[in-house]
């Protein structure tokens, strides 16, 4: 099971530059999966970051258990204090999956290497709390 994900990832990297047209042309620095793959990894992985990148009053209306809430408009070229290790694993969501492109866009610009974006909680069909 372990190994089919590593290759789902691996192979959604590989075609991450679709993204590329978003990003003025660049390729994407971070990789893209499905909502069941991120599902998976959530199950499956042990050292990661659950990264909500909507406003603070969407994530309190219900966000995935275990998310923090850093909003997209507050990750620019500074530090970003609640991630501290720029090779954690950070999947990143938002509503819809406009804000979560451009946040792990920025993310990987500022150095961070293990960005996975898997679109918006508008789809998930997985649990949501107002924990």
């Known amino acids: 099971m372990k190994k089919r994900l590593i290759a789902a990832v691996l192979t959604s ?3 991450s ?3 590329s047209a978003q990003n003025g042309g660049e390729s994407a620095p971070y990789s893209q999966i499905t909502q069941e793959q991120a599902s998976r990894m959530l199950a499956e992985e042990k050292n990661y970051i659950l990264l909500d990148v909507r406003t603070q009053e969407e ?3 219900g966000h995935i258990p275990g998310a923090i809430c850093i ?4 990750i620019t070229t ?4 609640q991630l501290p290790d720029k090779k954690q694993l950070i999947l990143v969501y938002c509503r819809s999956g406009r ?3 451009l946040a792990a ?3 990987s610009k500022n150095g961070y290497t ?7 909680v508008n789809t998930w069909t997985g649990e949501l709390t107002k924990e």
Do not use: T, W, Y
């Open 17 to 19: 530059g679709c993204a």
């Open 78 to 81: 500074a530090d970003i204090p």
């Open 13 to 15: 990297l590989l075609f």
């Open 59 to 61: 994530f309190d209306e």
């Open 71 to 74: 909003p997209h408009d507050s």
């Open 99 to 101: 804000r979560s492109k």
């Open 105 to 107: 866009g920025q993310l």
């Open 114 to 120: 293990n960005v996975v974006e898997f679109g918006g």
